[in-house]
Antibody
């Protein structure tokens, strides 16, 4: 059974930093690209970042480019999102999600975690 | 990159069919067949129900179907059931920008 478990969400002040983690199990992690997708309270889905199986391809939404960095450690079946210069509008539930293919532009996203909540507020 | 455009809400009675549109541009929906649709029930994670415009993952009911014409993709749900009441999101890859974009979401109400 595919499982994606996110952690690291917290309350952080504007301008602060946070690192999210996702631990994967139930599938061969380095056979798949991975993504982070967020959902602000009561709002829709927003793709944040994607990374190919070997970290050779990386993409970020314009709204987080230069502030967020996605990475992965295939030896630990783990995905990360380093977030800096956080803003109130970054407040959201952050989902870790698996791509069907090797590259993050392959799609679709076929499995999702349950999310970790990031709140940016003073 | 702007979000894809979906109607905020649609509704239908049990047994009827409804169609949800997803309007994009020639940079995303219009050029590539990398359009997917997700169903999300309240408090739950999204679930893919259509990918590559028309394909259905294993286990997804054949009451769900996808299509595309020009810059607009569509999701049709036939034989509406109470359990179909949920939020639906379209998603497309934007190759020129190397990113994915979601629609704003459509709330389906089964009357």
């Amino acid at each position: 059974e595919v499982q994606l478990v996110e952690s690291g969400g917290d309350l952080v002040q504007p301008g602060g930093s946070l690192r999210l983690s996702c631990t994967a199990s139930g599938f061969t992690f380095d056979d798949h690209a991975m993504h982070w997708v967020r959902q602000a309270p009561g709002k829709g889905l927003e793709w944040v970042s994607g990374i190919s199986w070997n970290s050779g391809g990386i993409g970020h939404a314009d709204s987080v480019k230069g502030r967020f960095a996605i990475s992965r450690d295939n030896s630990k079946n783990s995905l990360f999102l380093q977030m800096s210069s956080l803003r109130a509008e970054d407040t959201a539930l952050y989902y870790c999600a698996r791509d069907w293919g090797y590259d993050f532009w392959t799609g679709p996203i076929d499995y999702w975690g349950q999310g970790t909540l990031v709140t940016v507020s003073s | 990159q702007s979000a894809l455009t979906q109607p905020a809400s649609v509704s239908g009675s049990p047994g009827q069919s409804v169609t949800i549109s997803c309007s994009g541009t020639s940079s995303d929906v219009g050029t590539y067949n990398l359009v997917s649709w997700y169903q999300q029930h309240p408090g739950k994670a999204p679930k893919v129900i259509i990918y590559d415009v028309t394909k259905r993952p294993s286990g997804v009911s054949n009451r769900f179907s996808g299509s595309k014409s020009g810059n607009t993709a569509s999701l049709t749900i036939s034989g509406l059931q109470a359990e179909d009441e949920a939020d639906y999101y379209c998603c497309s890859y934007v190759r020129s920008s190397s990113l994915w974009v979601f629609g704003g979401g459509t709330k389906l109400t089964v009357l």
